[in-house]
């Protein structure tokens, strides 16, 4: 395993070559480096630090992986003891709240271009997870996405065309009913369809967070946001509710969704070929592939609208955690060396091994993704938007996640359901705003 | 009081007792204990009790002050504390009445049968105890499992023996509590069934004897004496059992993560949440003691009431 990492490691760098500045010249200074990268994707990070280690004599970087949830915890006593790592990765839910309350220092163009960290060069969205009020606070290293896998051969068997995935709603609702057939051999549109008595169906919908991801996707392809200008809750707007409405009306009125189900329920289904869609994170591939299915993956189809694309995504990023004043500079500029380093399109390429999604377009145009199954999503990765940008990410979707789910379960009506959800949200907000007004 | 404190004075003026000197060797024996107590205990209580009465956050420069609005917001209709701190207490209350006579008198009820020579009895013994030892994810995940409202074990048995359609036992409220408290129960019961399999053992076989010559019935001998003689360890067994039920975190956030709609969420998952996921500290705090009293209360209450029974059965 760890050899052929680094011949894939090495190799990489050759297809890849080490383009962009690592220009630290200064004087030998070592780094600490915190990341919760602590699965099978720790050696993988280890590795790389150590090449890092020994290819830049002048610089040593001492990793530390801890779990994310510990990082949440320490990261404001290590920050205001003014012993805070010098490098930190934070993800996409967390980085907002943590810049907004001045743990994380901003990262000024200027330091950028120096440390040769080209924005243009990642996928812009991803990016812009850490940016905050104009200003930039983070290098996306790792990404991971919520798209649409597909069972070929179940739609083979209904008389669709394997290799064409939806696009538009039109397109997946007509593979929803096609693909939805009661064990008489009725499809969904057929007189005498029974719905209680489904042998296939069309689409996966579940009641947990991942499930509420499918909302999140139509709620921003129908041109809806989760807060408004304000950053106050708003995933109650006319588009959001026409959006979702769509999707519950997949269980109740089109009956091409189960009702009541749960993602370890949809996972068997998917995996037996019994559903011919299945809307989650990417990071199932590797299940389906070791399973040798015949499947392929595309990204979530324009189900919510036709605004534009959209899909949820999670994202982990390199920061520099506020310091106490009398920071070494020296420290600051190799820190941003080794930002630099580790968000080059070779570094990118062999993270991908973890099972992220390239962090840039150059990584996913490699010869290596050209018959990889994710490549499916790969046309639409700059249109896959985190829950960031407001400091109170777990005030919003805590509430968003149990408005889906009683409007995915029959409890209330899409409207009230999402009604209910913003106002607990805004009420949450307006307490979590006095921590800030000090 | 002349009269009686007289002869007190008279021989304090008579004999004056030697100063007692200051013995410090117990102190010391204590100190190791005194010092983690103080370090793991009373710090943090004074610490998070501090963190509740201020606006608590490490990374703004100022901590104000802000007196009891953490706690005054438990107690304000409206808020999103009143409405889920007593939601998620009456949740775990819930539970609590649930599931503590079940494992009481099952545990009981299990260590009779277990306590007599039955065939292959330490093979159950350690059937019953070994789920025990399962970490709380590993059961949830199994209960989850056996109770899922499509591919559950127990919705494949109903409609393979009763052509029942599917209960959707994950995401209705009330029957969500069903895998919760049968895990439960399931999990922890072998730990109440030893302790009740010591105690039995403690029981005097003479008071049988002398009660089957007097012509008492099994119910009798059950009744006036198993019952009696085992007052005090039901007494621990209740009160750490209601303590436990009260902690309920880890089953409910894994098997039904709290839903639907908060309807199993448990006060310390809430609380949890508020303090990791909404970064509100302080109130989580706040919510902490004031939940933290409750459980005072009830075990005074629970203690002052068995204590008594044991006592007056003279066990």
């Not at chain 1, 549109?189 to 499918?214: E, K």
């Not at chain 2, 901590?63 to 007593?86: H, K, L, M, S």
């Not at chain 2, 039955?118 to 059961?139: D, E, H, K, N, Q």
């Amino acid at each position: 395993m760890n050899r052929t990492l680094r011949r894939t490691a090495l190799l990489t760098l050759l297809a890849l070559g080490t383009a962009g500045a690592q220009n630290y010249t200064g004087p030998k200074v070592q780094l600490s480096f915190l990341h919760g990268f602590t699965g099978p994707d720790r050696p993988v990070m280890e590795s790389l630090v150590k090449r890092f280690n020994d290819t830049h004599p002048n610089i040593q970087v001492r990793a530390q992986a801890q779990p994310w949830a510990t990082t949440w915890q320490q990261l404001p006593s290590l920050v205001a003891s003014g012993r805070a790592p010098d490098v930190a990765v934070i993800n996409e839910d967390q980085i907002t709240g943590f810049v907004a309350r001045g743990a994380v220092s901003p990262l000024t163009a200027a330091e950028l271009r120096t440390a040769g960290i080209d924005k243009a060069r990642f996928f812009g969205p991803l990016f812009a997870t850490a940016d905050y009020q104009g200003q930039s606070y983070g290098v996306p290293i790792s990404s991971v996405a919520y798209v649409m896998f597909y069972n070929k051969d179940l739609m083979r068997k209904v008389g669709l065309d394997p290799n064409k995935p939806p696009r538009t709603r039109a397109e997946f609702l007509q593979i929803a009913q096609r693909c939805t057939v009661d064990k008489s051999g009725k499809n969904s549109t057929q007189a005498g369809f029974d719905p209680r008595n489904l042998d296939t169906w069309g689409v996966s919908l579940y009641n947990n967070w991942v499930g509420a991801r499918a909302a999140y996707a139509a709620i921003l392809q129908n041109g809806g946001s989760l807060i408004d200008a304000k950053q106050n809750a708003a995933f109650n707007s006319p588009q959001a509710v026409s959006a979702v409405q769509f999707l519950v009306d997949l269980v109740q009125k089109q009956r091409v969704a189960r009702p009541n189900s749960t993602e370890e329920a949809e996972l068997a289904a998917f995996s037996q070929g019994k559903v011919c869609m299945f809307p989650s994170g990417q990071w199932y591939l590797d299940r389906f592939e070791t399973q040798k299915m015949n499947f392929g993956v595309t990204f979530m189809p324009r189900v919510g609208g036709t605004v534009r694309d959209a899909a949820w995504g999670g994202s982990s990023h390199l920061t520099l955690p506020r310091q106490r004043p009398g920071y070494d500079a020296n420290k600051r500029a190799a820190a941003l060396a080794f930002m630099s380093w580790l968000a080059q399109p070779a570094q990118n390429l062999t993270w991908t091994a973890t099972g992220s999604l390239p962090t840039q377009g150059a990584v996913a145009r490699n010869a290596k993704f050209e018959t990889a199954a994710i490549s499916g999503v790969f046309d639409r990765l700059n249109s896959v938007y985190a829950t960031s940008g407001f400091p109170w990410v777990g005030q919003v979707m805590v509430p968003f996640d149990q408005a889906w789910e009683a409007a995915y379960l029959g409890k209330k009506p899409v409207a009230q359901a999402l009604n209910d959800g913003v106002r607990e949200a805004n009420k949450q907000i307006e307490q979590a705003r006095k921590n800030f007004q000090q | 009081m002349t009269v009686t404190n007289a002869p007190s004075e008279v021989a304090t003026a008579r004999a004056p007792a030697p100063r007692p000197r200051l013995n410090i060797e117990p102190y010391l024996y204590l100190l190791p204990h005194a010092l983690l107590f103080f370090v793991f205990t009373i710090y943090p209580i004074g610490y998070g009790l501090y963190i509740s009465l201020h606006r608590w956050d490490l990374l703004s420069g100022r901590q104000p002050f802000v007196g009891g609005e953490f706690y005054r917001n438990i107690f304000t209709p409206g808020t999103p504390q009143a409405d889920f701190f007593w939601k998620t207490l009456w949740n775990t209350t819930f539970f609590t009445i649930v599931s503590v006579p079940l494992l009481v008198a099952a545990a009981l009820g299990l260590a009779l049968l277990l306590h007599k020579p039955i065939f292959g009895r330490a093979f159950f013994r350690a059937v019953f105890f070994m789920p025990g030892i399962l970490t709380v994810s590993v059961m949830g995940i199994l209960w989850r499992w056996m109770f899922d409202n499509q591919i559950g074990l127990v919705n494949a048995a109903r409609e393979l023996f009763f052509r029942a359609p599917p209960i959707p036992w994950l995401s209705t409220e009330g029957l969500a509590w069903v895998p919760i408290v049968v895990g439960t129960i399931w999990w922890t019961l072998g730990f109440n069934m030893t302790l009740y399999l010591a105690a039995l053992g403690n029981v005097p076989a003479s008071l049988y004897e002398a009660a089957s010559l007097d012509g008492a019935t099994p119910w009798q001998s059950f009744r006036f004496i198993t019952v009696p003689m085992l007052a005090p360890v039901t007494l621990f067994v209740l009160v750490t059992t209601a303590l436990a039920s009260f902690q309920l975190f880890g089953q409910s956030l894994v098997i039904t993560n709290g839903g639907p709609s908060r309807s199993t969420q448990s006060v310390i998952q809430y609380i949890t949440e508020e303090g990791f996921t909404n970064a509100q500290y302080s109130s989580a705090a706040a919510m902490g003691f004031v939940f933290g009293l409750f459980m005072l209360v009830l075990t005074a209450i629970q203690f002052r009431s068995m204590a008594r029974d044991v006592k007056e059965t003279g066990a």
